[in-house]
């Protein structure tokens, strides 16, 4: 369990902490110009409150180290045959070696 730095939500009681790890493909509309789908694996970090209510983890969001939603996979337009590579995630982009400057600089 991890309780935020220097312990601050010791006293929060939570009951668990995880990671959702799934598949996802989102579609869309077929009438629009140049769309398609994406797809691919995602993970997202939750936790317990002291009510068992899931909650989305945010308790150490302002850390340079936070993320969340995390999608990897490929975006494909719908006739084609050429997939791309879409990588999407809250705070950081899972994969973006090149992007990511460390220390909090992205």
């Known amino acids: 369990m991890y309780y ?11 009951k668990a902490q995880g990671i959702a790890i799934g598949t996802y493909k989102f579609s869309a509309h077929p009438r629009q110009k140049h769309v398609g789908t994406f797809q691919g694996i995602m993970t997202l970090w939750w936790y317990l409150d002291k ?36 990588n999407l995630g809250e705070h950081r982009i899972p994969f973006s070696v090149d992007l990511y400057l460390g220390a909090g600089k992205f």
């Open 4 to 14: 935020g730095v220097d312990s601050i939500y010791l006293e929060a009681e939570f």
């Open 51 to 86: 009510n068992g209510n899931i909650r989305y983890y945010k308790l150490n969001s302002l850390s340079d180290r936070y993320k969340n939603n995390q999608y990897i996979g490929y975006w494909t337009e719908y006739g084609k045959l050429n997939s791309k590579v879409c």
